[in-house]
């Protein structure tokens, strides 16, 4: 009977109401199905080094369990585990031929540096399921970030349509093609999809749309809110489209209804903001809001380095160790500059592992002044790292203005910048409150942060952040994560 409550709970999102029923279960002689669906709560809980040891555990009792094994490669792989990620999946492809597992194989192997062999592992998914969208939009990425192709990055999606065309491999590739190829190729490539009932087409041609045209981007927008009123991506593109085509009331009604069912809605609460500023209202920010929200701290040197140069020139290094792309990936803020392979934090280097333990005291320092009245300190009560990157541009590089969709705390740390540029004094900074809705449709710039080797900058997920381009000498080397409440 708890097995069967841990289901239910499972099944409406409650994975702690899931683990507290499945507690005694576990506790003594655990079936696999207990085992299985402990796993599976623990993972939605981001506690993968938990969900992997149980599954290990499940592996050691049904060793020829082909989906024990495969869930013990992802979880391994959420944890930064790559290596026993790809020796799980080996083993789980060995019992069944499946292309989930040679999915996870190919992310393993990418994380871990192994990149011909991960785009190998790839395209054979692709073999074994010539429609399965997960690997080849992972497929065409890696093509992507290792050549910076557009056409080798989507051959493969362009065969696959051939040969097993449906309307949700359609818009994934619409999204690379608006990614890589720009938005006008993007659009005429969606354009004989549209008009069929797929939300997924509509949203693919409505982002394409709004970089051309507005009236457009609309009514793309409307006919996804239609198909599919509780999407959330589609609740953010009817909105963008009314902003930037100054219905500012209609867009303000429609945010605050669905902030209403979705309050840690990141993008919905960034628009929200943008509405007010837009509508001259009371509620938008001003200088002293950004001065709240935006803290910067120089960090203090870690123990066990003599200089604080020594230790930047030491985790410079150790970034550059997992740069292995030549182009941003998929869906991101990257402009000339290129992402680490995998999240710094499973790299297994001490000088990274004291960076992020120096990062904690800020972190904690932030979360515990937040305003209790605002969506975020409503949340707050201690708080995690939940994801971490490393970002490198070259000069001409920058971050697009955006907002972090799964995060709630966001960040920026300084590693290494380029020489300052006497003309243009903010080349490179970090700016909040500019955000671009639609063509000559831009909101410029309310707050910056001057980035400087060591320093760490902190502010809510929702706020519209980006870079000043810069054009200097020198790189800009980053680690930035997003965290959340602990309890999340």
């Not at 289901?7 to 499945?22: P, S």
């Not at 194989?105 to 190998?120: C, K, S």
């Not at 354009?191 to 749309?209: H, I, K, M, N, Y």
């Not at 000069?395 to 799964?406: A, E, F, I, T």
């Amino acid at each position: 009977m708890r097995i069967a409550e841990a289901r239910e709970k499972l099944a409406a999102g409650d994975a702690v109401g899931a683990l507290a029923a499945l507690r005694s279960a576990l506790e003594t002689n655990p079936s696999r199905e207990a085992q299985t669906l402990a796993a599976r709560a623990l993972r939605r809980l981001d506690r993968h080094a938990e969900a992997a040891a149980l599954l290990a555990a499940a592996f050691e009792q049904h060793p020829d369990d082909p989906i024990i094994a495969h869930n013990l490669a992802a979880a391994r792989g959420d944890a930064g585990d790559h290596a026993g990620a790809a020796i799980a999946a080996r083993r789980a492809i060995q019992l069944r031929d499946a292309p989930e597992s040679w999915l996870v194989l190919g992310r393993a192997l990418q994380a871990a540096g192994d990149l011909a062999d991960a785009q190998a592992a790839l395209a054979d998914a692709v073999a074994r399921r010539p429609g399965y969208i997960d690997a080849l939009k992972t497929l065409a990425q890696l093509i992507w970030m290792r050549t910076g192709d557009p056409g080798a990055a989507l051959e493969p999606l362009h065969r696959a349509l051939l040969a097993s065309p449906s309307p949700d491999l359609a818009a994934m590739t619409c999204g690379v093609m608006r990614d890589i190829s720009g938005p006008d190729e993007a659009y005429r490539f969606i354009q004989p999809w549209t008009g069929r009932g797929s939300a997924a087409v509509e949203l693919a041609a409505s982002a394409a749309a709004a970089r051309l045209d507005m009236a457009s981007q609309n009514l793309h927008a409307e006919a996804a809110v239609a198909l599919a009123p509780t999407l959330a991506e589609a609740q953010h593109a009817l909105a963008t489209g009314r902003l930037a085509q100054g219905r500012l009331e209609p867009a303000l009604e429609g945010l605050e209804r669905w902030l209403a069912l979705a309050p840690h809605d990141q993008i919905a609460l960034g628009l929200q903001r943008t509405a007010w500023r837009l509508a001259g209202r009371p509620e938008a920010l001003d200088a002293s809001d950004y001065s709240r929200l935006v803290r910067v701290y120089d960090i203090e040197t870690p123990p066990g380095f003599s200089t604080r140069a020594a230790w930047l020139d030491a985790l410079a290094a150790a970034l550059r160790g997992l740069h292995s792309f030549r182009a941003e990936p998929f869906g991101q803020s990257v402009r000339a500059g290129a992402q680490s392979r995998t999240d710094p934090r499973w790299a297994g280097d001490p000088v990274i592992d004291a960076t992020f333990a120096a990062f904690e005291a800020p972190l904690a320092a932030y979360v515990a002044d937040m305003d209790a009245s605002d969506p975020m300190g409503a949340r707050a009560g201690g708080a995690r790292i939940a994801g971490a990157w490393s970002v490198k541009l070259a000069s001409g590089g920058r971050h697009s203005d955006h907002v972090h969709s799964r995060g709630w705390v966001s960040s920026a740390f300084y590693v290494a910048v380029p020489e300052p540029v006497s003309s243009d004094p903010r080349a490179g900074w970090l700016r909040f409150g500019a955000a671009t809705l639609g063509p000559g449709v831009e909101l410029p710039p309310e707050h910056w942060v001057e980035p400087r080797p060591g320093r760490l900058a902190l502010f809510p997920s929702w706020l519209w952040h980006g870079t000043e381009p810069f054009s200097g000498a020198g790189e800009r080397l980053t680690i930035a994560f997003d965290a959340q409440p602990s309890g999340a």
